[in-house]
């Protein structure tokens, strides 16, 4: 059984910088993708930021340009940079990986919150 463990949250001024990491419990090599959701009070769940086993990354346009992902297989943990933080970047942030089944696994969440 493969477990998430996100960690980095927290509370930051606008304009500042958080980075978080997910830790997987087993090797990530046979995960396809990984990446992150958020889900912001009385919204749905978005996703963030993804990397896929071949070396491609994608984010959600309102991140674009600010967010960055990253991938050390070597350390089985993948990262979310987020720079120039905004109050809208409030949320409890999730780490998920995707097996080559199609099969998803999730974090425990981590809070981040900006004040504006």
């Known amino acids: 059984q493969v477990q998430l463990v996100e960690s980095g949250g927290g509370l930051v001024q606008a304009g500042g910088s958080l980075r978080l990491s997910c830790a997987a419990s087993g090797s990530i090599i046979s995960f396809n993708a990984m990446g992150w959701f958020r889900q912001a009070q009385g919204k749905q769940r978005e996703l963030v930021a993804r990397a896929t086993s071949g070396g491609t990354t994608d984010y959600a346009e309102s991140v674009s340009g600010r967010f960055t992902i990253s991938r050390d297989n070597a350390k089985s943990t993948v990262f979310l940079q987020m720079n120039s933080l905004q109050a809208d970047d409030t949320a409890v942030y999730y780490c998920?990986?995707?097996?080559?089944?199609?099969?998803?696994?999730w974090g425990q969440g981590t809070q981040v919150t900006v004040s504006s």
């Open positions: 998920f990986a995707r097996t080559v089944r199609g099969s998803y696994y």
